[in-house]
């Protein structure tokens, strides 16, 4: 017997395959099982290409025995075999894929789905491999062979003996290191998990020997005494539940298979399946948690949907699968379309991704919308969980998806008392009314008192409320919504004054400007003006903003940490000019500027509570009140 060499090209791609091919070498399993069940694959269509109908997919098994004493890892087929010639082809040289090439002599079968395309698989077991023996019997042959190497100094090929066609291949482990422990991957536990975790859904059954205990009696004793024992256990699935028709599966198989597949505790909120047969085919299941997930509003938090590629695992978590803004779907794809790279742990970036991806997006929005039209109720606790994550998807990548999303955001309006869509708002809005009105707090109810409101309330028009400090960047994004245009109940024109009005408190502003100045003067740089308002009703005050940056947009730029730069709004003190408290500002200044700036300044703290802003000297405003008593 003359030990081979691999060419001189093999010898340095299967140190590469080592070493760089894989990041994880636990991988290994993956793969080979995986060329197991392409060996299955392979028998089942010669069989019947031959009319031999004494082979059944109902009698094939992948097993998998662990032998601690010996330290070997077997996986066995009764798949198609090999002969001498087939081991030197598949085996002899590194990247020649025998399941490509017999793909492409087989034609495209329907009812066949190889796995296996470069060639490189079988070699990751020398990842955790200090020897790996491969005994062999092909389908029609009497002849069996053995396989056996070391790594890159080369093979052996001898005629055996086995009975029955298939491979066993025998996986001698190496010794344990300092950063290595390969003897995991003889634990059951191990074995179990990542069998479940890669391969749970390869189409036959992976028998693995697990170790059990049960009671024995013992006469004349009151201890229980045990002992261990060794069964055979399908561990894998087999058939995923996306695979399955709807008809087949009922939406409690779904929750138990989502809360087990996700590690939650409550059933999800929503379903989304979706089968696509076409240039691209693909299955997805889809599902969005009844609650937020710890977590998830950080930085830490990682989205993204399982890939599959004919039932076998190919990323745990592929990011590009999903979009940001609806970052909170869990769930698989399985296709057999996608371009993979050598080592099928990573995808690699083409159109059909893109076309997967786009199509994910779309119906995801599209059955959102149906929950929120259909059952009301449902998608308003869904809101409560990830609306926010909605809203910064509208401001993300400057707006790009406002469109896909504007019509999903839902806000608090004033007369309705409830939730409203955009649409809705637009749809009840009077003839007359040409805004879209909304005002900025930290809660409703803060929103409903704040004194800006009432000329709005008393023309029996809706303000829709926004109490996320991402809101006002949601509507400055949008803009306008079918036409209406956005408009802040502190701006300072609402668009519906009585003309009348606004030429007496334009008036009465002129003739007390030097009294205002003085105000504003006397408040040392807290507000850039102080002014009449034809807005204020029954409330003394109200304090607003003029430029770009609003008050609520001040309050979020002074959470973010770090030593950013301090972004202040131009705040505006207003005063209601048909107010008793303007009156006695009035007379004060006639009789005593000292106190009429304290009255201004005991205005202006109480304009600061009323838009939810801090006092900057609690002591000084109770001061002032008892001195104004």
């Given at each position: 017997m003359r030990k081979k060499q691999f060419k001189a090209e093999s010898?340095?791609?299967?140190?590469?395959?080592?070493?760089?091919?894989?990041?994880?070498?636990?991988?290994?399993?993956?793969?080979?099982?995986?060329?197991?069940?392409?060996?299955?694959?392979?028998?089942?269509?010669?069989?019947?290409?031959?009319?031999?109908?004494?082979?059944?997919?109902?009698?094939?098994?992948?097993?998998?025995?662990?032998?601690?004493?010996?330290?070997?890892?077997?996986?066995?087929?009764?798949?198609?075999?090999?002969?001498?010639?087939?081991?030197?082809?598949?085996?002899?040289?590194?990247?020649?894929?025998?399941?490509?090439n017999f793909k492409k002599e087989a034609g495209e079968a329907d009812d066949m789905d190889i796995i296996?395309?470069?060639?490189?698989?079988?070699?990751?077991?020398?990842?955790?491999?200090?020897?790996?023996?491969?005994?062999?019997r092909k389908y029609g042959g009497d002849q069996a062979w053995m396989w056996t190497s070391s790594g890159a100094d080369g093979y052996t090929i001898e005629p055996t003996a086995k009975d029955g066609v298939g491979t066993d291949i025998i996986i001698h482990l190496k010794e344990d290191g300092e950063e290595e422990t390969y003897s995991e991957y003889l634990e059951t536990y191990t074995?179990?998990?990542?069998?479940?975790?890669?391969?749970?859904?390869?189409?036959?059954?992976?028998?693995?020997?697990?170790?059990?205990?049960?009671?024995?009696?013992?006469?004349?004793?009151?201890?229980?005494?045990?002992?261990?024992?060794?069964?055979?256990?399908?561990?894998?699935?087999?058939?995923?539940?996306?695979q399955r028709s709807k008809d087949e599966v009922t939406q409690e198989e779904l929750n138990e298979f989502y809360k087990e597949k996700f590690y939650d505790m409550k059933d999800p909120a929503h379903t989304i399946r979706i089968d696509v047969d076409g240039a691209i085919s693909y299955k997805a299941l889809l599902f969005i948690p009844s609650a937020t997930p710890m977590g998830y509003y950080t930085k830490e938090y990682q989205k993204g949907l399982e890939l599959y590629s004919s039932g076998v695992m190919i990323m745990e978590r592929c990011e590009d699968l999903i979009p940001e803004h609806f970052r909170f779907v869990k769930g698989i794809v399985d296709s057999r379309d996608l371009s993979?790279?050598?080592?099928?742990?990573?995808?690699?970036?083409?159109?059909?991704?893109?076309?997967?991806?786009?199509?994910?997006?779309?119906?995801?929005?599209?059955?959102?919308?149906?929950?929120?039209?259909?059952?009301?109720?449902?998608y308003e606790k869904f809101w409560e969980s990830f609306g926010l994550q909605l809203k910064y998807g509208i401001v993300s990548d400057y707006g790009a998806h406002r469109d896909i999303l504007k019509d999903l955001i839902l806000y608090h309006s004033s007369r309705e008392n409830k939730l409203q869509t955009l649409k809705e708002y637009v749809d009840m809005m009077p003839e007359e009314q040409k805004?879209?009105?909304?005002?900025?707090?930290?809660?409703?109810?803060?929103?409903?008192?704040?004194?800006q409101t009432e000329q709005i309330k008393d023309k029996g028009w809706s303000?829709?409320?926004?109490?996320?400090?991402?809101?006002?960047?949601?509507?400055?994004?949008?803009?306008?919504?079918?036409?209406?245009?956005?408009?802040?109940?502190?701006?300072?024109?609402?668009?519906?004054?009585?003309?009348?009005?606004?030429?007496?408190?334009?008036?009465?502003?002129?003739?007390?400007?030097?009294?205002?100045?003085?105000?504003?003067?006397?408040?040392?740089?807290?507000?850039?003006?102080?002014?009449?308002?034809?807005?204020?009703?029954?409330?003394?005050?109200?304090?607003?903003?003029?430029?770009e940056v609003s008050l609520e947009m001040e309050k979020y730029f002074s959470t973010i940490p770090g030593d950013g730069p301090d972004i202040k709004a131009q705040r505006v003190l207003e005063l209601n000019p048909t107010h008793k408290a303007f009156y006695m500002l009035m007379d004060a200044w006639q009789l005593d500027k000292d106190r009429c700036a304290r009255l201004g300044e005991l205005l202006y703290d109480q304009a600061l509570l009323i838009a939810g802003l801090p006092v900057e000297n609690p002591a000084r405003l109770t001061e002032l009140m008892w001195e104004m008593i």
């Open positions: 010898q340095k791609l299967l140190d590469m395959m080592i070493n760089s091919i894989y990041t994880h070498k636990e991988i290994f399993l993956r793969e080979i099982i995986s060329n197991s069940s392409d060996a299955i694959d392979k028998l089942c269509y010669t069989a019947m290409a031959a009319g031999d109908a004494s082979v059944s997919r109902t009698d094939c098994r992948i097993r998998v025995l662990a032998d601690k004493e010996n330290r070997t890892l077997t996986v066995s087929d009764n798949g198609i075999g090999m002969d001498e010639a087939d081991l030197e082809s598949n085996l002899g040289v590194i990247a020649r894929s025998g399941s490509l296996g395309q470069f060639g490189v698989g079988f070699y990751s077991a020398f990842m955790v491999a200090d020897k790996v023996t491969v005994i062999t074995l179990r998990s990542l069998i479940k975790k890669y391969s749970d859904y390869i189409r036959y059954p992976i028998i693995l020997n697990v170790e059990k205990s049960r009671k024995v009696d013992v006469p004349d004793s009151d201890e229980p005494k045990y002992e261990t024992y060794t069964e055979e256990e399908t561990v894998n699935s087999m058939v995923p539940l996306w993979l790279n050598i080592s099928r742990e990573l995808l690699q970036h083409n159109r059909q991704l893109k076309t997967i991806a786009s199509n994910i997006e779309k119906k995801i929005r599209q059955e959102l919308k149906k929950l929120q039209e259909n059952e009301r109720e449902k805004y879209i009105y909304f005002a900025t707090a930290e809660t409703v109810t803060m929103a409903d008192n704040l004194p303000i829709l409320y926004m109490t996320d400090e991402v809101d006002e960047f949601v509507i400055n994004i949008l803009g306008e919504y079918e036409g209406k245009q956005f408009k802040s109940v502190n701006d300072k024109d609402l668009g519906i004054e009585d003309e009348e009005d606004k030429k007496d408190t334009e008036l009465k502003e002129e003739e007390n400007k030097v009294m205002l100045d003085y105000l504003r003067d006397s408040l040392d740089g807290k507000v850039t003006a102080v002014r009449l308002s034809h807005k204020l009703k029954s409330h003394p005050v109200c304090l607003t903003a003029d430029g």
